[in-house]
């Protein structure tokens, strides 16, 4: 009786199944009809740029072989392919990638949004801070934040990261004298790192003399890697599958870590200023902070920001203010190591500069105009993040007469040409980098007190192996050898 009960179950569920099939179905193949339709679109859009051959179903995703050559590939493809090309990563998204610094002015000068997918994917880490927001929420967001980044703010930040310098080279004496190479990135990381949670947070962590890896840097590590690996496998742009795989679980896994860390930050300032709700008066008592400022933040309706938006912005401002001036610094000081010539003249101008001092200090900054060009040549050699996207949002047409349809997607690498579009570390236009001057500044003083105590000297057996990330990096690491300044030379 019971097995008959089930069998007429069954067949009664079997119709009710049999249309949820059916309408699966009908979805897939309007979702299938829809993005053919915009690959159409796409090559008709993209027909006055030729680039290089696609395959049918990865698009361009399998050129690169993430071994260190893929930038070089960019840059070839540059060559033969002037001003702009079309990327495609896999069969229905296709980025054109600008790499002439005319086409990059038309770009930045527009007020069009970061573009909704690769951003789309940091978002889900960093939240809707200044760096992936858009529109009002943007606009009152930068306009809160922007005192947070006025020289009376930066002034006091340059003794702390001298501070966090010295205490990376304190630990570099084990090298100086063994001749033999070692790693930069992982100490210049921990140095950074130090630094923002001092200046930014008031944090003094010690993450520098802490033994073992820090968690936070190699959540951040595993972060960018898995951003880049799903926006380059297609089907992980969806999330249902990108949730279910087992790098969606590795994400989720370093999101937590991420997240555990800027909640213990944010938790500790919000205690102390329990009693204080005026920046004024936290001003009259210690230097303000940029957490400060955040927390108290009023606009003209005296309405702060949500306890999420505060997440976010901390979560941007923790991985942009340390992992992005560790990658420039590290190359920094590798470019320096390749150049001894210049690596002199850029010392004999610090020690100058510094007068006897060991410690950088605010008034110091304009006075090595020499060192500040060999930064700037190697933020231009080696960007620390070495793409940007944009979202087209009307008709855009560049100086030689082709036009972007509305909608599609712009990315674009720093080139080599000598123009002031050719060299944007830090973006241009209306959404650069609110916090260029802070990471000059920061570049500046570890550049300064590492030439003033060590001579860098190349290792021509370990050259890096560039990567692109979310930041720049070297698979096989940055590797210099040091020796103590000869204060006789």
């Known amino acids: 009786m019971e097995s008959t009960e089930a069998f007429v179950t069954f067949q009664l569920g079997w119709p009710q199944m049999h249309h949820l099939f059916a309408l699966l179905c009908l979805v897939a193949v309007v979702k299938l009809t829809m993005l053919l339709a915009e690959r159409r679109d796409a ?103 922007t005192p947070g980044f006025h020289y009376d703010v930066l002034k006091p930040y340059v003794k702390l990261v001298s501070d966090s310098a010295k205490t990376m080279l304190d630990k570099w004496e084990s090298y100086a004298n063994t001749n033999e190479s070692f790693e930069l990135f992982k100490h210049v990381s921990l140095m950074t790192l130090d630094s923002i949670l001092k200046c930014a947070f008031s944090d003094n962590s010690n993450c520098q003399t802490d033994s073992g890896t820090n968690a936070y840097i190699k959540a951040v590590y595993e972060l960018s890697n898995l951003i880049n690996l799903r926006f380059r496998t297609f089907p992980y742009h969806n999330d249902l599958i990108f949730y279910l ?49 955040l927390l108290l933040a009023r606009d003209e309706k005296q309405q702060g920001l949500s306890d999420e938006d505060i997440r976010a912005e901390v979560d941007t401002f923790m991985f942009e203010g340390h992992d992005t001036t560790a990658s420039g610094i590290s190359f920094i000081l590798y470019s320096l190591a390749c150049h001894p010539e210049h690596q002199k003249i850029c010392r004999e101008e ?38 940007m996207s944009r979202k087209i949002t009307k008709p ?82 940055i590797h210099i050898k040091i020796k103590p300044v000869d204060p006789q030379e």
């Open 396 to 477: 855009m047409t560049f100086f030689d007469g082709r036009t972007l349809p509305k909608g599609k997607l712009s990315m674009f690498l720093e080139s080599s040409y000598r123009s002031p579009h050719a060299f944007v570390p830090f973006s241009a236009g209306p959404r650069n980098c609110i916090g260029q001057t802070f990471a000059m500044n920061e570049l500046k003083v570890a550049t300064a007190l590492t030439l003033k105590r060590y001579q860098l000297i190349e290792d021509p057996a370990q050259k890096p192996m560039l990567i692109p990330r979310l930041v720049l990096r070297s698979l096989n690491g």
């Open 245 to 293: 795989s087992p790098h969606g679980f590795r994400y989720r896994k370093a999101c937590k870590v991420a997240y555990s860390h800027t909640e213990e930050v944010i938790r500790k300032r919000k205690e102390a200023l329990k009693e204080e709700k005026e920046l004024d008066r936290v001003q009259a008592k210690r230097n303000l902070d940029f957490l400060d400022i």
């Open 43 to 145: 090559f008709r859009n993209f027909e006055a740029f030729p680039g290089p051959p696609a395959h049918w179903l990865f698009g361009h995703v399998k050129e690169f072989k993430q071994d260190g050559t893929d930038l070089d590939k960019f840059v070839k493809w540059g060559q033969k392919y002037p001003y702009a090309f079309p990327m495609w990563f896999g069969p229905f998204v296709c980025f054109m990638n600008i790499h002439h610094p005319d086409y990059v002015k038309t770009l930045l000068i527009s007020t069009g949004p970061k573009d909704d997918l690769s951003y789309k994917f940091i978002e889900s880490w960093l939240g809707e801070g200044l760096l992936v927001s858009k529109g009002q929420k943007w606009l009152r967001h930068r306009r809160l934040l």
């Open 350 to 387: 610090i020690i100058q500069a510094m007068d006897g001092k060991d410690t950088m200090e605010w008034e110091d900054l304009s006075k090595i105009p020499y060192t500040t060009m060999c930064i700037k040549e190697s933020l231009r050699l080696y960007p620390p993040v070495p793409g």
